[in-house]
């Protein structure tokens, strides 16, 4: 199998307080099951969609219960190098690359305004056995309070063209890898509470946002807003019952036309 780009989101997994409610929660929204528990990775539990590998969820390391989060995991043909990169650019590595088995090296790191993301460097695990489609990874954005740092720090560790929209009302990135868009980054405006910390929004695909929106608030998620529609399509973001966020897109009903961008030097 050809090797992604570096930068290309290929895999997302879910540290949570709760991983047994967490997967009642996405299983009852998404339609996953999960493959079994392995012990010898913290009980990582894989979550499939038709039997196809779409993500994870597994629990705290033992010392470090704290609040539930997804984390996406970027490709990198080096972790090491990577990680290199990431701290030359002025982030910090929070887990030095690690091999995961024959599965493959793995780094988590953090950008200058306290993003959090993961290094994979693939090994017999190759990420996403589904995406774009419903059930499996659409998109992802970086939510941070400083753009310009986050718009600095990425191109620095993988090769990203930054374009950002021509909108006073939004501030808002694309980073892509050639012509091809790899990940949005949105600035956190002023309604968003300060204990809130810069994260990643992972997107989830549905067929319906406002059927999967209804699944998710009595499943016991808090919707945070939408659903609403785009030019790339109808969405909706959640914080799950573990105090996760995350959201649903159904890009099928997109409306309208894109947004004009601006590369930035």
Known sequence: MTAVPEGTPVWADLTSADPEGAKAFYGEVL???FGGASSELGDYAQALKDGRAVAAVVPPAPGQQGRSAWVLHLAAADAAAAAERVRAAGGTVLLEPVEVGGSGSMAIARDPAGVVFGIW???EHRGFELRDAPGGYGWAEVFTRDTSAADSFFPRVFPYRVRKIVDDKVDYSVYSLGDTPAL????MGPDVPAQV???VSVYFVVDDCDAAAGRAVQAGGQLVFGPMTT?????ASFVDPQGAAFSLIDPSAAEGEPPSTVEVA
Do not use: I, L
């Open 31 to 33: 339609g996953w099951t």
């Open 121 to 123: 460097q693939a090994g």
């Open 184 to 187: 949005g980054s949105m600035g």
């Open 197 to 199: 910390p810069p994260y």
């Open 231 to 235: 030019p790339f399509g109808r969405s």
